[in-house]
């Protein structure tokens, strides 16, 4: 068994996911690589959140009964959680979403609608990158086309990198937005965040970053980032789907305006005109997720006891050990960097002229599951010239075995098409 320093107990870890347990295909085992896509979810998530439902149950903020007012205290206390886990100044700068992709628009449209200082119109620009998810692109398209702001980006080098040569160009004094992915989904890259910061800054722009692929792997500071949003989604941190999260500065948050209406979102409403409450629940009409909150609660207990330091020296040394594999694989080509430095755990690539999606079909055939796809990246694939590619990303219960499993599968895909 292959041994790699600043693993974690891994056997112990995957003990808390049962998933990791099934066997399919004819009695092949699962081999879990698609956690870029979504991560599997441990047994204290889901007993946290039967518990909700079999004895909490109830809407939040309104009612005064005991089960609205446990559950109120439950939804609330996991805002409390997450913003300790991001190190947000207040917990009223943490916004609960359905995903990253409801945040990044809801931004998007905040600042559509915005009175100056904060408006983006026909006189302004909004500069995103050729690496974003189309979650932040899209909205930006749909934004520009709305208000007929300039829609600019920085390019991609031949090695996966940002291009930030032409910074000044590129971010200038109509900027109003800028926003970026903090790692790559798709090309696993860790972004320059501090030069693109500064440039911003001195333009007196906002800054949005996409921190999805990050806030499951590594330590996330969002005051060290010194940015004015940070978005992220909580399936992809052990934690159930249709719950993210918006952070975002106190002040732009009391400025600027909700983007849905309804209950829970208001202060007073009469038939010709409405006031609206503080932040965060300004952001937050009717109903919210309130048993995916707590779930993602508990997934923030779960990776705090057992480090998001750790879980990121776990994480490089699998990377570090499956880029080194992976180039070992003829005709195989990585997407991206090439080296563990300055990346995350997700690694694309190519094998010789098999398509992706074969291959991701014959290593599901051993049990092996893999994304194929452009990862809802296009226009990487379009940048260097590729259809597509396979990916492969890695999680705190990923162990060398999986890597070798990999590209033992690699090499079975290579003999099956000659």
């Known amino acids: 068994m292959t041994q790699l320093p600043g693993l974690l107990d891994t056997e112990a870890i995957r003990k808390d996911f049962p998933i990791l347990d099934r066997v399919i295909h004819d009695g092949k085992k699962l081999v879990y690589l698609d956690n870029a896509a979504t991560s599997q979810t441990p047994r204290q998530v889901l007993d946290v959140m039967t518990g909700y439902y079999e004895l909490h149950n109830a809407n939040v903020h309104r009612g005064v009964h005991v089960l609205a007012e446990e559950a109120t205290a439950l939804y609330e206390g996991a805002r409390d959680k997450v913003a300790e886990f991001i190190n947000a100044p207040s917990r009223d700068e943490v916004i609960f979403t359905k995903n990253a992709s409801e945040s990044l628009n809801l931004v998007a449209n905040m600042l559509g609608w915005a009175d100056e200082p904060y408006r983006v119109d026909s006189d302004t620009e909004i500069v995103i990158t050729e690496m974003e998810h189309h979650s932040n692109i899209v909205p930006w398209q749909l934004l520009s086309q709305r208000t007929g702001a300039k829609l600019k980006w920085f390019g991609l080098t031949d090695d996966g990198r940002l291009d930030l040569s032409n910074i000044n160009e590129v971010i200038t004094e109509k900027t109003k937005i800028v926003s970026f992915v903090l790692v790559s989904n798709i090309l ?164 010789g002229d098999i398509h992706p999606h074969d291959v991701g079909q014959v290593l599901d055939e051993q049990g092996i599951a893999v994304r194929v ?45 000659g």
């Not at 590729?386 to 990999?406: G, H, K, M, N, Q």
Request: aromatic share 8%; with cysteine.
């Open 373 to 417: 796809g452009h990862h809802c990246a296009r226009p990487v694939c379009l940048r260097y010239g590729i259809p597509a590619t396979t990916r492969a990303s890695f999680y705190l219960y990923s162990t060398p075995a999986e890597v070798d499993a990999l590209v033992d599968g690699l090499e079975h895909v290579r003999n099956f098409f």
């Open 188 to 351: 696993g890259t860790h972004n320059p965040v501090e030069a693109i910061v500064r440039r911003a800054q001195e333009v007196g722009a906002l800054v949005l970053i996409d921190a999805s692929q990050a806030a499951p792997h590594m330590p996330l500071d969002v005051q060290a980032l010194q940015a004015d949003f940070v978005a992220f989604t909580g399936h992809k941190m052990c934690g159930p789907t249709g719950i993210g999260v918006l952070w975002g500065r106190q002040e732009l948050l009391e400025d600027l305006p909700p983007f849905l209406g309804g209950g829970e979102m208001i202060e007073t409403v009469s038939m010709s005109s409405s006031t609206y409450a503080p932040a965060p629940h300004k952001f937050e009409a009717g109903t919210p997720p309130i048993s995916q909150a707590i779930g993602l609660g508990a997934a923030v207990d779960y990776l705090s006891s057992i480090g998001m330091d750790k879980i990121a020296q776990h994480e490089h040394a699998i990377t570090e050990y499956a880029v080194k594999r992976l180039l070992e694989v003829p005709d195989l080509r990585i997407i991206g960097p090439v080296t563990a430095e300055d990346r995350g755990a997700a690694i694309s690539f190519t094998l």
